[in-house]
Every structure is written in structure tokens, then in C-alpha cells.
């Protein structure tokens, strides 16, 4: 029988090398866009802001999705304010709590999961918008509370 703490270290290498390859291809537009649901657009963006800041994590981040969105011939589907403001609840809550992994994130982050949480924040008019779209905007009026 293997030693259950060596095997869970394997098995934590071994996932966080998928992440990391996981990242590069969505980096270098590699993923498949059909293959790439909501749920893959969060986890990425929680492990991109595990190895690396904000600031970065939304260029990288940004970036690829844009390469993506080009190759499935739908560039204009990219959406910066959709992108930067999931990327920026990831991070502030991925700080709040100190989730130890994805699994853990998701769990007690499960509202993330639905692409309409945004609307606690934004109107629908608001990230229907052009401006939107092209540049991210702060919610406009909102009353933003954390999550309890």
C-alpha cells in the first residue's frame, strides 16, 4: 500500500500541473471555445489568480479569452466588464475566505456559478451596453454587499 500523504501530494502536483497547462493553452488561445462553459471560465480564472496578481491575472486572463473568442469567429462575444468584474469577486473572495483550493472555492462560492450573479451589481441595461463590452464600467448604483 502507498503512504496516503505521499499520494495526496501526487495527486495535488499532478492537478495543479494540469492548471498550468491548462492556463498556457488558454494563454496562447489553445482551448477548445465549445469546451469551455462558465464553470471552465471560473476555475481558470481562480487559478490565474492563484499565480499571479490582479493587474496581471486580468491582462492573461483577458487576453485569452479574446484569442478564444476570435477562433470560434465571435470576437465580439468577448465582454471586459463581464470578465474583470468575476475575476475581481474571485479575488476578493478567494482573500476573504483563504479557500485552500477549487474544490473549497467552489463550494461555498456556488453563486459564482450562475453567469446572472452579476446582476446583484450591474442592471441588465448595463452590461447590455456597448461601453461595457469594451471597457470595464463600475456598477452604477448598485448597493454592493459581501457575501456572508
Not at 31 to 37: C, E, G, H, I, T
Not at 84 to 99: D, P, Q, S, T
Not at 117 to 131: E, G, P, T, V
Amino acid at each position: 500500500m502507498g503512504n496516503p500523504k505521499s499520494d495526496a501530494s501526487h495527486s495535488e502536483a499532478a492537478t495543479e500541473e494540469a492548471a498550468t497547462e491548462e492556463l498556457r493553452a488558454l494563454e496562447v488561445g489553445a482551448l477548445d471555445p465549445a469546451s469551455f462553459p462558465h464553470a471552465e471560465h471560473l476555475r481558470l480564472g481562480y487559478e490565474m489568480l492563484c499565480r499571479h496578481s490582479f493587474g496581471e491575472a486580468v491582462d492573461r486572463f483577458s487576453r485569452g479569452l479574446k484569442l478564444l473568442a476570435a477562433k470560434a469567429g465571435r470576437p465580439q462575444v468577448y465582454h471586459e466588464t463581464i470578465t474583470v468584474a468575476f475575476l475581481a469577486l474571485v479575488n476578493e473572495r478567494r482573500a476573504r475566505r483563504g479557500a485552500d483550493d477549487w474544490d473549497d472555492f467552489r463550494e461555498h462560492n456556488a453563486d459564482l456559478l450562475d453567469k446572472r450573479c452579476l446582476r446583484k451589481w450591474y442592471s441588465a441595461d448595463q452590461l447590455a451596453s456597448d461601453l461595457a463590452r469594451r471597457t470595464f464600467c463600475l456598477p452604477q448604483g448598485a448597493v454592493c454587499k459581501p457575501p456572508i
